[in-house]
Protein backbone atom coordinates (compact mmCIF):
# COMPACT_ATOMS: atom_id res chain seq x y z
CA UNK A 1 0.00 0.00 0.00
CA UNK A 2 1.46 4.04 -0.70
CA UNK A 3 1.04 5.28 2.46
CA UNK A 4 2.94 8.59 2.52
CA UNK A 5 2.91 9.22 6.03
CA UNK A 6 4.35 5.81 7.12
CA UNK A 7 6.64 5.52 3.12
CA UNK A 8 8.62 8.17 4.53
CA UNK A 9 9.10 7.92 8.02
CA UNK A 10 9.80 3.94 9.08
CA UNK A 11 12.20 1.20 7.35
CA UNK A 12 10.81 -2.63 8.72
CA UNK A 13 13.39 -4.53 9.07
CA UNK A 14 14.34 -7.72 11.62
CA UNK A 15 15.62 -6.76 15.69
CA UNK A 16 19.21 -8.57 15.12
CA UNK A 17 19.70 -6.31 12.05
CA UNK A 18 18.31 -2.89 13.52
CA UNK A 19 20.66 -3.72 17.09
CA UNK A 20 23.64 -4.68 14.73
CA UNK A 21 22.83 -1.25 12.50
CA UNK A 22 22.30 0.99 15.94
CA UNK A 23 24.76 -0.87 17.81
CA UNK A 24 22.12 -1.62 20.19
CA UNK A 25 23.38 -5.15 22.68
CA UNK A 26 20.69 -4.45 25.31
CA UNK A 27 18.98 -1.22 25.15
CA UNK A 28 15.19 -1.52 24.09
CA UNK A 29 12.96 1.12 21.97
CA UNK A 30 9.36 0.52 23.83
CA UNK A 31 8.31 -1.49 26.77
CA UNK A 32 4.29 -2.68 26.59
CA UNK A 33 2.76 -2.84 30.07
CA UNK A 34 -0.37 -4.93 30.45
CA UNK A 35 -2.57 -3.43 33.35
CA UNK A 36 -4.69 -5.55 35.70
CA UNK A 37 -8.70 -5.13 35.29
CA UNK A 38 -10.22 -2.38 36.09
CA UNK A 39 -6.72 -0.43 36.86
CA UNK A 40 -6.87 3.03 36.14
CA UNK A 41 -4.76 3.53 33.31
CA UNK A 42 -4.43 7.42 33.27
CA UNK A 43 -2.37 7.34 36.52
CA UNK A 44 -0.30 4.55 35.62
CA UNK A 45 0.49 6.35 32.60
CA UNK A 46 1.03 9.33 34.59
CA UNK A 47 3.04 8.00 37.21
CA UNK A 48 5.52 6.27 34.17
CA UNK A 49 6.15 9.76 32.74
CA UNK A 50 6.67 11.23 36.15
CA UNK A 51 9.33 8.61 36.49
CA UNK A 52 10.74 8.36 33.32
CA UNK A 53 10.99 12.25 33.04
CA UNK A 54 10.39 14.42 29.58
CA UNK A 55 12.64 12.29 27.94
CA UNK A 56 10.61 9.33 26.92
CA UNK A 57 7.46 9.44 25.43
CA UNK A 58 4.41 7.37 27.49
CA UNK A 59 1.42 6.67 25.02
CA UNK A 60 -1.51 4.39 25.64
CA UNK A 61 -3.13 1.73 22.75
CA UNK A 62 -5.39 4.73 21.16
CA UNK A 63 -2.68 7.45 20.99
CA UNK A 64 -0.33 5.37 19.23
CA UNK A 65 -3.17 3.99 16.69
CA UNK A 66 -4.78 7.47 17.09
CA UNK A 67 -5.80 7.86 13.08
CA UNK A 68 -7.02 3.76 12.89
CA UNK A 69 -9.45 4.88 16.46
CA UNK A 70 -10.69 8.24 14.11
CA UNK A 71 -11.44 6.26 11.24
CA UNK A 72 -13.43 3.73 12.94
CA UNK A 73 -15.70 6.58 14.83
CA UNK A 74 -16.28 8.27 11.63
CA UNK A 75 -17.32 4.76 10.33
CA UNK A 76 -19.51 4.37 12.97
CA UNK A 77 -21.20 7.87 12.35
CA UNK A 78 -21.72 7.42 9.07
CA UNK A 79 -23.17 3.95 9.59
CA UNK A 80 -25.52 5.30 12.09
CA UNK A 81 -26.96 7.97 9.62
CA UNK A 82 -27.37 5.43 6.90
CA UNK A 83 -29.18 3.20 9.41
CA UNK A 84 -31.34 6.16 10.59
CA UNK A 85 -31.89 6.99 7.20
CA UNK A 86 -33.08 3.28 6.35
CA UNK A 87 -35.54 3.37 9.15
CA UNK A 88 -36.85 6.55 8.60
CA UNK A 89 -37.86 5.43 4.68
CA UNK A 90 -39.23 1.87 6.44
CA UNK A 91 -41.08 3.67 8.70
CA UNK A 92 -43.06 6.16 5.69
CA UNK A 93 -43.62 2.88 4.23
CA UNK A 94 -45.55 1.06 6.99
CA UNK A 95 -47.62 4.23 7.44
CA UNK A 96 -48.31 4.24 3.52
CA UNK A 97 -49.06 0.69 3.45
CA UNK A 98 -51.21 1.24 6.23
CA UNK A 99 -52.87 4.18 5.28
CA UNK A 100 -53.31 2.14 1.65
CA UNK A 101 -55.10 -0.86 3.51
CA UNK A 102 -57.59 1.55 5.45
CA UNK A 103 -58.69 3.28 2.12
CA UNK A 104 -58.75 -0.44 0.40
CA UNK A 105 -60.61 -1.64 3.19
CA UNK A 106 -63.84 0.74 3.43
CA UNK A 107 -66.38 -1.37 2.39
CA UNK A 108 -64.91 -3.46 5.03
CA UNK A 109 -65.23 -0.43 7.43
CA UNK A 110 -69.07 -0.34 6.88
CA UNK A 111 -69.42 -4.33 7.45
CA UNK A 112 -67.64 -3.28 10.85
CA UNK A 113 -70.17 -0.67 11.55
CA UNK A 114 -73.01 -2.62 10.74
CA UNK A 115 -72.36 -5.74 12.74
CA UNK A 116 -72.00 -3.13 15.72
CA UNK A 117 -68.40 -2.30 15.77
CA UNK A 118 -67.68 1.26 16.88
CA UNK A 119 -64.76 3.11 16.08
CA UNK A 120 -62.27 2.51 18.57
CA UNK A 121 -63.05 -1.23 17.97
CA UNK A 122 -62.33 -0.48 13.70
CA UNK A 123 -59.20 1.46 14.82
CA UNK A 124 -57.54 -1.61 17.15
CA UNK A 125 -58.81 -4.19 14.53
CA UNK A 126 -56.30 -2.31 11.63
CA UNK A 127 -53.87 -1.13 14.21
CA UNK A 128 -53.64 -5.00 14.85
CA UNK A 129 -53.49 -5.82 11.22
CA UNK A 130 -51.01 -3.59 10.20
CA UNK A 131 -48.84 -5.00 13.25
CA UNK A 132 -49.04 -8.22 12.43
CA UNK A 133 -48.40 -7.44 8.36
CA UNK A 134 -45.48 -5.66 9.66
CA UNK A 135 -44.33 -8.33 11.88
CA UNK A 136 -44.47 -11.22 9.32
CA UNK A 137 -42.21 -8.79 7.13
CA UNK A 138 -39.76 -8.13 9.07
CA UNK A 139 -39.36 -11.43 10.05
CA UNK A 140 -39.32 -12.71 6.46
CA UNK A 141 -36.97 -9.74 5.51
CA UNK A 142 -34.65 -11.16 8.45
CA UNK A 143 -34.63 -14.47 7.15
CA UNK A 144 -34.15 -13.96 3.55
CA UNK A 145 -32.17 -11.48 3.66
Same mark, same amino acid.
Given at each position: MNQQKYDSSY????LQFA???????TEVSSVELKLKPGADAGSVKAKIQQMLGDDFRVQDRYEQQADTFRIMEIEKLISYIFLTFILMIACFN? $? %???SMLIID???D???LRNLG??????TR???FEGRMISL $? %???VGVVLG
Amino acid at each position: MNQQKYDSSYILTSLQFARRLFQYDTEVSSVELKLKPGADAGSVKAKIQQMLGDDFRVQDRYEQQADTFRIMEIEKLISYIFLTFILMIACFNV $I %GSLSMLIIDKKADVVTLRNLGAGDKLITRIFLFEGRMISL $I %GAVVGVVLG
